[in-house]
């Protein structure tokens, strides 16, 4: 059990890199990874979209911080029909485009969002301080 999603660029192809993830994958948490990313100002999807996956990779892992919860491969190895949130598909400038494999009710919490990039963002300036220490 876990709150799954699959993120990946649009348009949705089975043979794209996509992001697993077993927790927060309602929409206020994607939305929020989704801003750190552009916050950053990370090369979007539109871009370059290998790099964009794994800088939003980074993100992710960021919040979560430790070996569970995330893994990268292409859709058709990832759990994108998963009970839960399905898969998202992002645009090119970091944005939901889309949804696969999802019927039900969307988590729209613009306070939880902005909560949770500021979490985000925090944790990455200890990473970065820590890291020039």
């Given at each position: 059990?876990?709150?799954?999603?699959?993120?990946?660029?649009?348009?949705?192809?089975?043979?794209?890199?996509?992001?697993?993830?077993?927790?927060?994958?309602?929409?206020?948490?994607?939305?929020?990874?989704?801003?750190?990313?552009?916050?950053?100002?990370?090369?979007?999807?539109?871009?370059?979209?290998?790099?964009?996956?794994?800088?939003?990779?980074?993100?992710?892992?960021?919040?979560?911080?430790?070996?569970?919860?995330?893994?990268i491969?292409?859709?058709?190895?990832?759990?994108?029909?998963?009970?839960?949130?399905?898969?998202?598909?992002?645009?090119?400038?970091?944005?939901?485009?889309?949804?696969?494999?999802?019927?039900?009710?969307?988590?729209?919490?613009?306070?939880?969002?902005?909560e949770?990039?500021?979490?985000?963002?925090?944790?990455?300036?200890?990473?970065?301080?820590?890291?020039?220490?």
């Amino acid at each position: 059990m876990g709150n799954r999603a699959v993120i990946t660029t649009a348009p949705y192809k089975a043979s794209d890199v996509g992001i697993y993830i077993h927790w927060n994958g309602g929409r206020a948490s994607v939305e929020a990874f989704l801003e750190v990313a552009k916050t950053l100002e990370y090369r979007a999807p539109g871009e370059d979209r290998s790099y964009a996956i794994a800088r939003l990779t980074q993100v992710i892992a960021n919040y979560f911080v430790g070996g569970l919860s995330i893994g990268i491969d292409t859709c058709d190895r990832l759990d994108t029909d998963n009970g839960n949130n399905g898969t998202y598909l992002i645009g090119k400038d970091w944005e939901i485009v889309g949804r696969k494999f999802f019927d039900g009710e969307e988590e729209v919490d613009p306070a939880k969002t902005k909560e949770i990039v500021a979490e985000i963002l925090a944790k990455m300036g200890r990473l970065e301080k820590e890291k020039s220490e």
